[in-house]
């Protein structure tokens, strides 16, 4: 009886990199939100005196290793100094700050991370961007770290590794 050939996984002899966006995003925990109406006088005018009095009494250190979403609920005229200063007051301590909408803020916080790639790690490597998930991620995410990877990785793929389709090979020229 003749022994049977044994079973070669093909996909792990490749050296194939997987990239997860989803572990981009910070975590539930990590994100907290600050209402630019609570700085306002009556949710309403800011009163540069009272504002800056209020930020002084602050305690941004609550805010340490936090990603912070300024945003405002209210429809109110608030000068762009004004998240200027809480800005400034929150750098020392916050991992990142935007200002955004509060379910719009994690992609913010996505594409920079996606921004902070070293894509030299990548050179000519085979890289998969992991397209199932729990998570929903928007297209332009995968756009975004396609345009970054695309100068320097030697192929990428999209899906899974056991189920990948190509998006890009590099043209070695001879």
């Known amino acids: 009886m003749q022994t049977p050939d044994p079973i070669i996984n093909k996909v792990a002899q490749k050296n194939i990199i997987t990239i997860d966006l989803a572990d981009f995003f910070p975590k539930e925990s990590e994100v907290t939100v600050i209402d630019m109406k609570d700085y306002l006088f009556k949710g309403l005018i800011l009163r540069e005196a009272d504002f800056r009095e209020q930020v002084k009494a602050t305690?941004?250190?609550?805010?340490r290793d936090k990603y912070v979403v300024l945003h405002s609920s209210v429809n109110a005229i608030i000068p762009m100094w004004a998240?200027?200063?809480?800005?400034?007051?929150l750098a020392p301590y916050a991992k990142d700050i935007a200002n955004a909408a509060p379910d719009h803020a994690t992609n913010v916080f996505l594409y920079r991370a996606i921004e902070k790639i070293d894509s030299a790690q990548y050179e000519g490597q085979r890289v998969?961007?992991?397209?199932?998930?729990?998570?929903?991620?928007?297209a332009a995410a995968f756009v975004y770290i396609t345009q970054k990877l695309a100068r320097t990785a030697r192929a990428l793929m999209y899906g899974e590794p056991c189920s990948m389709v190509p998006v890009y090979k590099r043209v070695v020229s001879q």
């Open 59 to 63: 305690d941004w250190s609550a805010y």
């Open 83 to 89: 998240y200027m200063v809480i800005t400034a007051e």
């Open 128 to 138: 998969v961007i992991k397209g199932c998930g729990d998570r929903q991620i928007d």
